[in-house]
Nanobody, 125 residues
Framework: QVQVAESGGRLVQAGGSLRLSCTAS????????MGWFRQAPGRLRDFVAA????????YYADSVKGRFTISRHNAENTMFLQMNSLTPEDTAVYYC??????????????????WGLGTQVTVSS
């Protein structure tokens, strides 16, 4: 079993920055893909960014390209999401996801096997 935990969400002003962290414990394996999704009130869970097991390939939703950067530290089973130039439209609960079994489909939530409980990001105008 793999446990996933996010941290770093908080209230921030528009134009500001945040860095989210995600730690996967319980031996997720060195080839686990990882991703970030977010869910705003009244909306479905949307893909934000993903990174393959080696960290060499990254993927982003169009809405965050150029503002968000995903990275990972495999030795510590940790993933990060650096978020810059935040806008109120970025307000959501951000979820970390780990994909171990099956093919890697970065933007497909069904391709991930373990999820965290989420961390709230609120951007004020």
């Amino acid at each position: 079993q793999v446990q996933v935990a996010e941290s770093g969400g908080r209230l921030v002003q528009a134009g500001g920055s945040l860095r989210l962290s995600c730690t996967a414990s319980g031996r997720p394996g060195t080839r686990a893909a990882m991703g970030w999704f977010r869910q705003a009130p009244g909306r479905l869970r949307d893909f934000v960014a993903a990174i393959n097991w080696s960290g060499e390939s990254t993927y982003y939703a169009d809405s965050v390209k150029g503002r968000f950067t995903i990275s990972r530290h495999n030795a510590e089973n940790t993933m990060f999401l650096q978020m810059n130039s935040l806008t109120p439209e970025d307000t959501a609960v951000y979820y970390c996801a780990v994909g171990i079994y099956g093919p890697f489909r970065p933007a497909d939530s069904n391709a991930y096997d373990y999820w965290g409980l989420g961390t709230q990001v609120t951007v004020s105008s």
